[in-house]
């Protein structure tokens, strides 16, 4: 029996984790509260801890959990850049998700898009009224326009067929670009200043972090709508609220935000929101704010709980390798995972 210990557990999140658990003689034991150093405490006397995106898996709590025996940190997700992983490198194993759903994000995506630009969140609220009136619902018909696509792996390339099949241009970045994809790459530079939409589909890291900042606002169309379903750091929220002011942007459909880590995933209603910026910006007529549930459909909560608890018995096995882990051998986490046939250490 192998025990795991799963921080910031919800509702929908249980059922398939103590399903496919018992399956597989993994027994988790479920904790509200998020991991970092206050309470990396109640990871003792487990062999895995099961974190998701707002989880802190610092140097520190890293550490801790080595202390405490703890041998794995299971990501329930695909995004890493909570998890220092060059500090648990030869200490503890990290493993992720790499796909649950890309449909899931790209859908929604579309989703956000769609409601945007139509005005549909508008229309909702109005007919409930008993409000008729269609001044102010304006939008624009996809056909035609051009959406850049920033990151074009497994949910871009998915956001960018559905875009084809509306009739959309589409025009892509991607620091790595798809050989033989027949998508149409473009400098970063360039997709800022053709884009009528612009979707974000890449990792946060150090290069990315802000790469929707006030100068990259300066440099695109008036009128642009930006989604983001990726992670709220590769948006500067700031300059976005501004660009908004400034009636540079059009509208901007934000799935995630950069400072969502205690606000997101939970009832805050009849409290005072205490980020005023993210207050500011929901307050706006043309933003629409999800709070990172792009992943959530019932396929991908299947997919996520399936692959961790193989991912967690496939690390406890003596030989061979540790299912989709993040290897820090090289310093290059992303080459590591396609080449090595081996457990990082
Ligand atoms: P992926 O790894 O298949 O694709 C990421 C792409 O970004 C790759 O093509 C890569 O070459 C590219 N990339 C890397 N560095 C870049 C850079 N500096 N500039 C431009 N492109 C760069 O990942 P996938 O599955 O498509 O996920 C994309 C992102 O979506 C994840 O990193 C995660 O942050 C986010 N996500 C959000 C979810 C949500 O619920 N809102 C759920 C799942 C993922």
Redesign the pocket.
């Given at each position: 029996m192998i025990k795991a210990v799963l921080y910031d557990a919800k509702e929908y999140d249980m059922p398939s984790f103590e399903h496919y658990g018992k399956m597989h003689d993994v027994q988790f034991r479920f904790l509200e509260t998020k991991l970092n150093e206050d309470t990396v405490d109640l990871a003792k006397g487990y062999d895995a801890v099961c974190v998701f995106v707002n989880d802190t898996v610092n140097a520190a709590v890293i550490e801790k959990l080595y202390e405490y025996g703890v041998r794995l940190i299971a990501l329930r997700?695909?995004?890493y850049?909570n998890v220092d992983v060059q500090t648990a490198f030869g200490k503890v194993h990290v493993v992720h998700v790499?796909?649950?759903s890309?449909y899931?994000?790209a859908e929604?995506a579309i989703a956000l898009l769609l409601a945007s630009v139509r005005r549909i969140h508008k229309a909702y609220n109005r007919t409930r009224d008993f409000n008729f009136s269609l001044s102010g619902l304006t939008g624009f018909d996809f056909h035609g326009k051009t959406v850049g696509v920033?990151?074009?792996?497994?949910?871009?390339r998915i956001f960018i067929d559905i875009c084809r099949g509306f009739g959309m241009k589409v025009i892509a970045?991607?620091?790595?670009p798809?050989k033989d994809s027949g998508i149409d790459y473009v400098s970063l530079d360039e997709l800022f200043e053709r884009s009528d939409i612009i979707s974000l589909?890449?990792?946060?890291?150090d290069?990315?972090r802000h790469?929707i900042g006030s100068e990259a606002i300066g440099q695109m169309k008036k009128g642009v709508v930006i989604v983001n379903?990726?992670?709220g750091g590769l948006v500067d929220a700031e300059a976005l609220l501004e660009g908004i002011k400034m009636r540079k942007i059009g509208a901007a459909c934000l799935?995630?935000y950069e400072e969502e880590a205690d606000i997101f995933f939970e009832d805050r209603s009849g409290h005072i929101l205490n980020d005023e910026l993210l207050a500011r910006l929901i307050s706006m007529p043309n933003v629409i704010v999800t709070s990172?549930?792009?992943?959530?459909t019932e396929e991908a909560l299947n997919n996520i709980a399936e692959t961790t608890v193989n991912n967690i018995l496939s690390c406890f096995e003596n030989d061979g390798i540790c299912d989709n882990e993040l290897c820090y051998r090289c310093g290059n986490i992303?080459r590591c995972k396609k080449e090595r046939k081996e457990k990082c250490f």
């Open positions: 997700c695909a995004g850049n790499p796909a649950y890309p899931a994000v929604h920033i990151g074009t792996g497994k949910i871009g970045y991607d620091r790595f798809a589909h890449c990792p946060l890291t290069e990315t790469m379903t990726s992670r799935d995630v990172h549930q792009a992943f959530l992303e």
